[in-house]
């Protein structure tokens, strides 16, 4: 079955310090992997891809076929990076995406 | 200039009523989605359309019924709400032949049964 997993509902961090949001999925086939973001009052969107290999606000992903991971990292955090992230599978050829059950970001001054 | 609308923000209610989200897209998608967050955060798909077809069809009670007059607009309408049903419902849109797969949300319809 396809599954997104956020093992950390909540994460505190101070600023400066380096954060990982952890995300583990389960499919069998080759997924497509997203983070998304939902800052306060504001809408979810997109922050990264992991075809896109990109950096986004200094937030990078990696993903680990063979730990089934993707993890989103940045190396300093800043109070603006407080908000909800969701990291999100979607199978290859469908339209259908998996959500994790999301995890908290604080950042603290 | 707002890409993914709903109405409305917030609908309070009883039970055993019926009562109908709208959702509207100005990107020109070809692919729209419901979700549903309950209190937990946890963001579940619930339908999709694509150019009006129905695509996803995940479990949820025969109360719920999407209906898609065009490629851009998406309404939910639920009959009989029960408490369960409380929760934010977001709608989402995307463009599947772009290659991006980006799905660009709604600002979430807040539904409070009592």
């Known amino acids: 079955a396809q599954r997104v997993t956020q093992p950390e509902k909540l994460l505190s961090v101070f600023k400066g310090a380096p954060v990982e949001l952890k995300c583990n999925y389960s499919?069998?086939?080759?997924?497509?992997l997203f983070w998304y973001v939902q800052y306060s009052r504001q809408r979810l969107q997109l922050l990264l891809r992991h075809i896109s290999r990109e950096s986004i606000k200094g937030f990078t992903a990696d993903l680990n076929k063979g730990e089934t991971s993707f993890h989103l990292k940045k190396p300093f955090a800043q109070e603006e990076d407080s908000a909800m992230y969701y990291c999100a599978l979607k199978a290859s050829g469908t339209y259908k995406y998996i959500f994790g059950t999301g995890t908290r970001l604080k950042v603290l001054a | 200039d707002t890409a993914v609308s709903q109405t409305p923000k917030y609908l309070v209610t009883q039970m055993g009523n019926d009562k109908s989200i709208k959702c509207e897209q100005n990107l020109g998608h070809d692919t729209m989605y419901w979700y549903k967050q309950d209190s937990k955060k946890f963001l579940k798909i619930m339908f999709s359309y694509n150019n009006k077809e129905l695509i996803i069809n995940e479990t949820v009670p025969n109360r719920f019924s999407p209906k898609s007059p065009d490629k851009a607009h998406l309404n939910l309408h639920i009959n009989s709400l029960e408490l369960g049903d409380s929760a934010v419902y977001f709608c989402?849109?995307?463009?599947?032949?772009?290659?991006?797969?980006?799905?660009?949300f709604g600002p979430g319809t807040r539904l409070t049964v009592t």
């Open positions: 499919y069998s086939g080759s997924p497509e």
């Open positions: 989402a849109s995307s463009q599947r032949t772009s290659g991006k797969d980006e799905q660009y």
